[in-house]
């Protein structure tokens, strides 16, 4: 896989960001589910698949539970 943005992973950050709005917006405007909705489920699955995924203590890369 070519990394199209070179070494500063707070690009793909950005990425994941305007992706998640994307997914509100559509949900919003398609089912009428409030945007902070879509984005707390996606948070918690975000969290959930890193503490699956990966052994770590924390849910957050950050390790701010």
Same mark, same amino acid.
């Given at each position: 896989m070519q990394d #199209?943005? &070179?070494p500063n992973?707070?690009?793909w950050g950005m990425v994941l960001a305007d992706v998640g709005?994307?997914?509100a917006r559509m949900r919003l405007e398609k089912d009428g589910i409030p945007e902070i909705e879509t984005l707390q489920a996606l948070e918690? &699955?975000?969290r959930g698949r890193m503490?699956?995924?990966f052994d770590i203590q924390h849910?957050? #890369?950050t390790g701010r539970n």
């Open positions: #199209l943005f &070179g992973a707070h690009n709005m994307h997914i918690e &699955g975000y503490s699956e995924q849910r957050s #890369l």
